[in-house]
């Protein structure tokens, strides 16, 4: 089980994450996807892009798993 510390150190990265995410997003404000992840830089696929995605599959995937986690329930 995660102490206390681990707890923290997973809110800190996420809130961090999502400051990130949030600035790279303000930087490009088209309307379509973005070319490139916002969160790591690798690129996005076109039929991604075409959906107007701005994370790249494993991104997307680790930004649901820890809204998961600090979810009010």
């Known amino acids: 089980m995660a102490d206390?510390?681990?707890l923290a150190n997973d809110l800190i990265d996420s809130?961090?994450?999502r400051a990130l995410s949030k600035i790279r997003q303000s930087a490009?404000?088209?309307t379509k996807g973005s070319?490139?992840?916002v969160e790591c830089g690798e690129d996005i696929?076109?039929?991604r892009q075409k959906l107007g995605f701005?994370?790249?599959v494993p991104c997307a995937s680790e930004?649901?798993?820890r809204k998961s986690l600090?979810?009010?329930y």
């Open 35 to 37: 070319e490139f992840c």
């Open 15 to 17: 809130e961090v994450s």
């Open 54 to 56: 701005k994370l790249c």
């Open 4 to 6: 206390e510390i681990d």
């Open 63 to 65: 930004s649901e798993r």
């Open 70 to 72: 600090f979810a009010d």
């Open 28 to 30: 490009s404000l088209d």
């Open 45 to 47: 696929p076109k039929e």
